[in-house]
Nanobody
Framework: QVQLVESGGGLVQPRGSLRLSCAASVTIFRFNTIAWYRQAPGEQRELVASITTYGRAMYADSVKDRFTISRDSATNTVYLQMNSLKSGDTAVYYC?????????WGQGTQVTVSS
């Protein structure tokens, strides 16, 4: 059974940093793409960053130069390093994996940026 489990969320002050982890129960190369999405209260879920099987990364304009997506194939984990956090980054962050036509989601981890 394919599972994605996020961790690393929490409360952080503005301009602080957090690193989110997404641990997969299968090899991450099973997924064409692994991505991080986020959803703020009352907002639609939005794509934050993604990485392909070949290691190509893309970012939403709102996080470019602040967030970095990376992966560790030895532990089947994908990370989202978030720096210079702003209050607007407050949301539940979800890990998503696409394998062919199948979509897999984690349960989400809350990130709150507040002083």
């Amino acid at each position: 059974q394919v599972q994605l489990v996020e961790s690393g969320g929490g409360l952080v002050q503005p301009r602080g940093s957090l690193r989110l982890s997404c641990a997969a129960s299968v090899t991450i190369f099973r997924f064409n793409t692994i991505a991080w999405y986020r959803q703020a209260p009352g907002e639609q879920r939005e794509l934050v960053a993604s990485i392909t099987t070949y290691g190509r990364a893309m970012y939403a304009d709102s996080v470019k130069d602040r967030f970095t997506i990376s992966r560790d194939s030895a532990t089947n984990t994908v990370y989202l390093q978030m720096n210079s956090l702003k209050s607007g980054d407050t949301a539940v962050y979800y890990c998503h994996g696409r394998s062919g036509t199948l979509d897999y989601w984690g349960q989400g981890t809350q990130v709150t940026v507040s002083s």
